[in-house]
DNA sequence: ACCTGAACACCGTTCAAGT
DNA sequence: ACCTGAACACCGTTCAAGT
């Protein structure tokens, strides 16, 4: 008598993120998903090859839908204000979604998948390709998508400690690195 | 009749240290610590509010030594020669010690004191202050390190997948963004 | 075909009992 | 004064047994 499923792949996913969004990664047990859908812990492996695995489908999920938005803000004339724009966005997406957005750049086990990462690194590099031209793009994305994955884990973190105003330290990084790229010019 | 000691405080927090330095700090567990100081996990607690404490301890000393580094580095007479020199020892610390100085930046349980926040933030402010000036000193300073401990959080976690230069992409944004806070006019 | 309890090897932490 | 074993409440994961 084969058994009928007690819930689903998307199920499972949808609960993962959702514990994520509450309480980060580290809230992602097995166990409390399981409760979640409805089975006992064990359950889960045959739907996932592990918990690490899970964790990559809700990073990838993540993943998607900043991309997604980071395309639709980019959608600009000018180069400089596309730039703007786009890293605008991924401040807003980080800020909303804290807990998700800090999954994409944990390194523990998980981590995106390499599709992810592609498509998400292609909207910054054609960006900032149309900016700075062909020759510099790589190192002109790298330098961007540092400052601003390093400046939102600080501000996540609440590692700005020094009082002062956060949003104009975000704006005068915005200024002086959209400004050295090639902002000024034209 | 008393116990003697089998173990110190000094000896605690260098065993916990060497831990993280070979293997980072998920691998520094109560149970690891004890048996490289000879004692039983329990035993831990005579020493050590818990294990969050014993991770604080390690990153305050990973602190002062990068602190150490930065002040050495930056004894420069141009402003922006020393915000050069200063970023450039910044990224051989975090090279050289990479388990250690990713403690340093990561959000959870442990952290650095405030003491040693403080302290390594006194050397950025001073450094910055000297090149962009006192009004400006506060969001230059977050600029500055948002970048670097993005890049090097990314470089760390080999996260720059796309080929290309690392080192090219460092130097580039280290002329972008010490030019941009001043450092083209002397 | 899927779900389960029981088990294993780990965690951090507490505490009464030893010396 | 310090150290210990035993215990508790957790983890992730495996697997034989159930339906």
Not at 10 to 39: F, W
Not at 66 to 78: C, P
Not at 128 to 147: H, I, M
């Amino acid at each position: 008598v084969p058994a009928r499923p007690h819930t689903s792949n998307a199920a499972l996913v949808a609960a993962a993120r959702a514990i994520v969004r509450a309480d980060g990664v580290e809230a992602l047990t097995m166990q409390r998903v399981a409760q979640a859908v409805g089975v006992r812990a064990p359950s889960l492996y045959k739907r996932v090859e592990d918990r690490a695995a899970l964790v990559r489908l809700v990073a990838d999920e993540v993943a998607a839908e900043l991309t997604d938005e980071l395309d639709a803000a980019a959608a600009r004339q000018r180069p400089d204000q596309a730039l703007r724009a786009l890293l605008e966005a991924f401040r807003r997406f980080a800020r909303a979604h804290p807990k998700e957005y800090a999954l994409l750049f944990d390194p523990r086990p998980g981590g995106t998948s390499t599709a992810a990462r592609e498509r998400s690194s292609a909207t910054v590099l054609r960006v900032v390709g149309e900016l700075v031209g062909a020759d510099e793009v790589l190192p002109a994305a790298r330098t961007v998508v540092a400052w601003a994955s390093g400046f939102l884990a600080m501000e996540l973190a609440g590692a700005f400690q020094l009082g002062g105003d956060v949003d104009e330290a975000w704006r005068y990084g915005l200024d002086h690195l959209v400004g050295a790229l090639g902002g000024r010019q034209r």
